[in-house]
């Protein structure tokens, strides 16, 4: 049975997925960035740029989000086979105010992504009054789903949609078109909304947390919900009648109870230790993630072949879950040890997508390359938990190296080189201690200054110094 545990009191609201007490998914929202997923907006088409395929369109004041050809409304409902050649401005034009919705977050710096295609979501059903498109969930029988999309047919209007969820399987017909109707008011609130405010504004927020919480426990078939707040508790026993909703009430932090801390922990290191003795180390870069399997201390020189494929297996189990953990989106590539059979290639890839099934993300496996690099794509919506917890330092700028001590003393003896010939009697510098030991070993700058050198020593974490003061 998979539990959802939920730390909700305080300005950093997270949740965590575990199956036998082993955390299978995370989510985690802050003030300062909350998602943004869902949000609907009053508009205002900033640029249209044809060579994007898509126009910027301003939703706050210092806020733009991007909204590609596919998600205008006007170009879904046209029906010209030749649309696609036509030029954007037949779709859409600067100055021009329409509704959108943000459907991903920004990351790094791009932009956050917009659709014109709304949906409007209730515990039945999911609204679309643009698209034209039916659906039903995959995890309902096959004649239950066939049943709610013959009645779908019956109750749309023209070009709407609906998304059948989870939570219909067994509901009435009163039920469905009672939240219909609900679902179409709220729509026309909206539009009236629009009419009265000034673009661009925010129309309609929606909790991402929330959602995000109803979204998992329907994808990992939670057995049982435990949360340290009880107006959060309320709104999910609105929206999740059969699940049981537990509060927490002790004083030690609803993680630390059931002790997450630890787990949580590790998903900030790059080394993640395997029960075999192995490991993988995850790099994060700004254009991919590397990921390499390592057999580390699992070593077996009789069962070579064995020993390689059992790490592999091990290896692709743990990467399915710290991708989705770790929320890695965009190109990912996996350094697994060399394995010669194909077979058991075509099983560690199958072993990814069973770990990715449950992923909210939408991820590819396009197969291993002529290196042996196992290449997969995952989409991303949301920033990346590094993004979200971790900034650049202060001292590296993000490479995560920074100058040694000989660099920067060589540096000072060239700046102090400088000043030989200008009749300076005396040079104090300020400097890290390893600059000043590098420094005062050098022979060259001991001997070929005409004026004294007077160091000053500061602490600092990395190699540093200041030209304080020269003259006479």
Known sequence: MHRLIINANGKERRFAVLEENRMTDYFMDRVSRQSKIGNLYLGIVDRVLPGMDGAFVRIGNKEKGFLSREMIPS???????????????????????????????????????????????????????????????????????KKWKRWSQTRLKEGEGLIIRTA?????????????????????????????????????????????IIRKAEKWEVGEIIADDRELILALQKRLEDIPVHFYGGKENIFSHFQLDGELEKLGKKVIWLKNGANIVIEETESATIIDVNTAKFTSKDRRGETIFETNRL???????????????????????????????????DILQTGLARDDSPAKIYGFTALGLLEMARKRTTPSLREQTEESCRLCGGTGRVRSAETV?????????????????????????????????????????????NFHPVPGDAPYYRLKRVGK
């Open 75 to 145: 170009y879904i409902r046209d029906e010209r086979e030749d649309k696609k050649e036509r030029p954007l401005s037949s779709y859409i034009r600067q100055g021009e105010k329409l509704i959108v919705q943000v459907k991903k977050d920004e990351t790094g710096s791009k932009y956050c992504r917009l659709t014109g295609l709304l949906e409007l979501s209730g515990r039945l059903l999911v609204y679309l009054p643009e698209s034209g498109y039916i659906a039903a969930s995959k995890k309902m029988a096959e004649e239950e789903r």
């Open 168 to 212: 219909a399987e067994g509901a009435k017909e009163e039920e469905m078109d009672a939240e219909l109707e609900a679902l179409r008011d709220k729509y026309e609130e909206l539009k009236r909304r629009s009419r009265r405010v000034k673009a661009p504004s925010l129309l309609m927020g929606q909790d991402a947390f929330l959602e995000n």
């Open 315 to 349: 290896a692709a189990w743990e990467i399915a879950r710290q991708i989705m953990l770790r929320n890695i989106g965009g190109i990912i590539l996996i350094d697994f040890i060399n394995m010669e059979r194909d077979e058991e290639r075509r099983r560690i890839i």
């Open 409 to 453: 003393a060589h540096q000072l003896e060239r700046e102090l080189m400088e000043y030989a010939g200008s009749g300076i009697e005396e040079a104090a510098v300020e400097a890290t201690e390893d600059v000043i030991r590098y420094s005062l070993a050098s022979i060259r700058l001991n001997e070929s200054l005409p004026f004294s050198l």
